[in-house]
């Protein structure tokens, strides 16, 4: 399946399908060696540095997440994201909510149920809470709430995160 | 009841579907506010008629389901089941059926006598969307009323249905969301199992228990257990959890929430067309410059300080006003009554009291329409999101933030500004680290020492780091608080970003008339009362021996020949000051400075700035006019040259012993007005003994600490 570089499990290969991103996160990539078309193979990855390390014809390179983020690969294994680690414009649809007590009470009454599909529209100036689009109205919780919220990822979000004075959405 | 002429209604629904304008249109000013018992929710009830029927509303917290974890889904869901009023109306947000309609369908569950109100329905006239009513009454199983309190549509449609469900002339449509067969099952054997028991099916009905007890409902879970059936119940419901599990990698509740999801998006699927969107919607638009990561902050903070200068600048004009006023009263006061007792009990007790309660009703009021504009436009909510990463680094709530930022004006109104959090340890948090946001009141005493020990460039640092120690003092007690009475109870932050709309201006008056009625009624009568008690110990005891020998002194120099009348008339002024500051010494407030003196002195304090401490607990502006006082100097402000001078010249008073003043004064107990509304609105005792005990004990160890180590570097 179509999946976020950064999502997949270390010693798997992948095939690189699409950069998001303007022309000059595209060229930079490429310089790496990273194009449209290449099977790479991801030796480690660093969740608490951030950054992943990736082999290809040989020669092994670190990346860092929010670079990498930017590729999408085609991959083996069932990705299964949470979604304080989608990105702006995501569609995704929840598959599983693992959260307990109060928190539960209040997400499954909100709509946030198996099945139902989120537009991913913000984070907050500071990185947290999140905001996203349900059943017509706008949600926001904390990553710490998102976290335990399992959703497949539909459509990903082509929007570049640096976008300057665009209304941004 | 039916039979009567009096109708019982209940308004539910979810937050920001217009409910509150529904009411006001239903009851116009007919209407009251209080509280709902044991906790700190409001209630509004009003009333109107129709047709020769008198029909009581009660407007019930807004509330997205019926599950009880807030105080307000606890509060609308004990009166709809207990209470079971005659008709309920179910106000819903048109443009937002999917999750209204939850609500709805629980409301079907409890068997009201529902009528929907299809409310804001001009807004889905403006987004051409078009619903098929009728066919979503079928579908749902309620009567559906589309109305807008923005042209007035279906106002009397409801009034009329109200009175026909009531006498019948119409039924509630029986209709009840059916789930799929393998949920219909267990159903059916938990109500089999619970209709054994008589007890519980002549108050509840047994289907509703069924489903709430397989939704995990605490409440429900507490009812049925005190029955023997609990035992055949909880087997019931362990095997299903078993089955779902395995089967469906799921559980009861999950099943039924997402069954009654899907059918309320199959409902509206066949009832609702929606025009193609577009263009981007007003608040897509709005919200793209009001909370986008580049300006989302400054503009945050931008509202903040707007809000904190209408409240506290604008409110300057009323205020001045109602002092010149009272002080104009005192007058009268001074020349109708005879010096004495009575006089001194009326202008400085009574006069000055209310004065004093009514001094804090300008800034109230501004305060509270602000907010409630801020609330009503929807921009309170983005507020939250925007600030809560911080405030959740020290276990707070966005929510806190402004009940916070109010108390650098004064804690009275920020202390009324925490309802916004629902959460009780939220609440009760924030209430207990308000105090250290330095309050407009004590700013005089940082003139008055910060400008009297330090020169102009330095004094300007001074204050603001003793601002910054109050913030920080604030943030690290949260942090303390949390963890040691609350750990692990935070509100979860899941919560709507409503569209942007334009509030009622009537209604924000109301809402602002009503929080200044209960702050009259409640807080006022009592702080009343404290600035009686307050002038009393102030006053008394007297010393005769004092009033005489003053008394004789005042008279030789009326007598004295040789002095000019205006050099005589300054000279009984200072006599009078004199004698006022000795008598204070020998008042109540007096010997307990002196009391306190060994708890001061560590601190460097002497028995004067114990007594101006002591004094402050009145309220903190007195603590300058007291300094002035008892240093003989009559009439003194923090700009006083004279009591900078007299300061200075003390020998024992130095840059720590000032700096230490300062802490103290920041950290100690608020005054008497702002602890009243304190224990008010946290409801225990327990949290207020607390409070004291927690302020006295902070402002001592940092004064403490501030002397030490400032006497040692300076």
């Given at each position: 399946m179509l999946s976020r570089l950064t999502y997949c499990s270390a010693k798997t290969e992948v095939e690189i399908k699409e950069i998001l991103g303007g022309n000059g996160v595209s060229e930079n990539l490429n310089n790496l060696g990273l194009q449209i078309g290449r099977k790479v193979q991801i030796v480690k990855t660093d969740h608490t540095q951030g950054k992943l390390t990736l082999s290809l014809?040989?020669?092994?390179?670190?990346?860092?997440?929010?670079?990498?983020?930017?590729?999408?690969?085609?991959?083996n294994e069932i990705i299964e994201t949470s979604l304080n680690m989608t990105k702006v414009g995501d569609v995704v649809e929840v598959t599983k909510i693992l959260a307990i007590g109060d928190i539960r009470f209040r997400l499954l009454d909100m709509g946030l149920v198996r099945g139902v599909k989120l537009?991913?529209?913000?984070?907050?100036?500071?990185?947290?809470?999140?905001?996203?689009?349900?059943?017509?109205?706008?949600?926001?919780?904390?990553?710490?709430?998102a976290k335990n919220i399992k959703v497949k990822i539909l459509e990903f979000g082509k929007i570049e995160k640096n976008r300057k004075w665009k209304f941004g959405w | 009841m039916p039979g009567s002429n009096e109708i019982l209604v209940a308004l539910a629904g979810n937050p920001n579907s217009g409910k509150t304008s529904l009411f006001n249109k239903l009851v116009g000013a007919n209407q009251k506010v209080g509280n709902w018992s044991g906790v700190t929710v409001e209630k509004y009830e009003g009333s109107t008629n129709h047709r020769g029927f008198n029909i009581k509303v009660i407007d019930l917290p807004g509330t997205y389901?019926?599950?009880?974890?807030?105080?307000?889904?606890?509060?609308?869901?004990?009166?709809?089941?207990?209470?079971?009023?005659?008709?309920?109306?179910?106000?819903?947000?048109?443009?937002n059926l999917e999750r209204n309609l939850f609500l709805t369908t629980q409301l079907i569950d409890i068997q009201a006598n529902l009528i929907v109100a299809l409310n804001m329905y001009d807004e889905v006239e403006d987004h051409k969307t078009k619903i098929d009513v009728d066919q979503l009454e079928k579908l749902i199983g309620a009567h559906m009323i589309p109305t807008s309190t923005v042209n007035?549509?279906?106002?009397?449609?409801?009034?009329a249905h109200i009175v026909d469900l009531f006498t019948g002339a119409i039924s509630v449509r029986k209709n009840k969301l059916v789930f799929s067969d393998k949920i219909e099952t267990i159903i059916e054997n938990l109500v089999s199992v619970l209709e054994t028991e008589k007890e519980i099916t002549s108050q509840y009905f047994s289907r509703w228990l069924a489903i709430k007890l397989l939704v995990n409902?605490?409440?429900?879970?507490?009812?049925v257990r005190k029955y023997p059936v609990w035992i055949k119940v909880n087997s019931i419901l362990s095997k299903a959890i078993q089955q779902s599990k395995t089967e469906f990698d799921s559980d009861p509740e999950m099943m039924i929430k997402e069954e009654r999801h899907s059918f309320i998006r199959g409902a509206i699927k066949e009832t609702v067309k929606y025009a193609p969107r577009v263009k981007k919607s007003t608040t897509e638009i709005i919200d793209g410059i009001l909370i986008n990561r580049i300006t989302g902050l400054p503009i945050f903070a931008f509202f903040m300080w707007a809000i904190f200068q209408i409240t506290f600048t604008l409110g300057e004009y009323p205020m001045l006003w109602l002092e010149s006023y009272f002080s104009w009263l005192g007058n009268i006061a001074v020349q109708f009554i005879p010096e004495g007792v009575v006089q001194s009990i009326v202008v400085d007790g009574i006069i000055a009291g209310v004065g004093g309660v009514l001094g804090f009703l300008p800034n109230i009021m501004i305060l509270f329409i602000s907010l409630a504009f801020l609330e009503g436009t929807g921009y309170m909510a983005r507020a939250a999101f925007v600030v809560d990463k911080i405030m959740h680094k020290v276990g707070l709530h966005g929510?806190?933030?402004?009940?916070?930022?109010?108390?650098?004006?004064?804690?009275?109104?920020?202390?009324m500004a925490t309802r916004t959090l629902k959460n009780e340890s939220d609440r009760i948090t924030t209430l207990m680290i308000i105090p250290f946001m330095s309050c407009g009141a004590k700013f005089p005493v940082y003139v008055l020492i910060a400008g009297t020990f330090f020169d102009r460039s330095?004094?300007?640092?001074?204050?603001?780091?003793?601002?910054?120690?109050?913030?920080?003092?604030?943030?690290?007690?949260?942090?303390?608080?949390?963890?040691?009475?609350?750990?692990?109870?935070?509100?979860?932050?899941?919560m709507e970003l409503p569209p942007y709309r334009m509030p009622s201006v009537k209604i924000l008056f109301f809402q602002m008339?009503?929080?200044?009625?209960?702050?009259?009624?409640?807080?006022g009568t009592i702080i009343l009362f404290a600035s009686i008690l307050i002038w009393f110990v102030s006053n008394y005891p007297k010393s005769i021996q004092i009033t005489e020998e003053y008394s004789n002194k005042i008279s030789t120099v009326e007598l004295a020949e040789d002095f000019s009348s205006d050099s005589k008339e300054e000279l009984i002024g200072n006599l009078r000051t004199e004698e006022a500051s000795k008598q204070l010494e020998v008042s109540a407030v007096g010997v307990i400075g002196k009391l306190i003196e060994p708890l001061v002195q560590p601190l460097g304090f002497d028995w004067r700035l114990g007594i101006s401490l002591v004094s402050g607990i009145a309220a903190k502006e007195i603590v300058v006019s007291t300094m002035g006082t008892l240093y003989s100097l009559g009439d003194s402000d923090e700009n006083s040259t004279a009591l900078r001078e007299k300061l200075l010249a003390i020998g024992s008073y130095n840059i720590p012993v000032a700096l230490s003043f300062m802490v103290f004064v920041l950290l100690y107990i608020p005054c008497f007005a702002a602890s009243i509304v304190f224990h008010r609105e946290a409801g225990k005792i327990k949290w207020t003994f607390l409070y004291i005990f927690y302020t006295m004990t902070v402002a001592w160890i940092m004064s403490f600490a501030t002397y030490n180590i400032a006497s040692l570097f300076l």
């Open positions: 014809t040989g020669n092994e390179i670190s990346l860092g997440n929010e670079l990498a983020s930017k590729i999408l690969v085609e991959t537009n991913i529209l913000r984070f907050a100036p500071l990185g947290d809470p999140l905001e996203v689009l349900i059943n017509g109205f706008n949600l926001s919780m904390r990553m710490s709430e | 389901s019926l599950t009880t974890y807030s105080p307000e889904e606890i509060v609308a869901r004990k009166f709809l089941v207990e209470i079971q009023p005659d008709v309920v109306i179910n106000v819903v947000d048109s443009s007035g549509l279906g106002i009397s449609s409801i009034l409902d605490k409440d429900v879970y507490n009812i929510k806190s933030f402004i009940p916070m930022i109010t108390g650098f004006g004064c804690s009275v109104p920020a202390f330095d004094a300007g640092n001074v204050l603001f780091g003793i601002y910054l120690l109050g913030v920080a003092i604030a943030l690290l007690s949260a942090k303390l608080l949390k963890t040691a009475f609350f750990k692990g109870e935070s509100e979860p932050f899941v008339w009503f929080k200044a009625q209960m702050y009259l009624r409640k807080a």
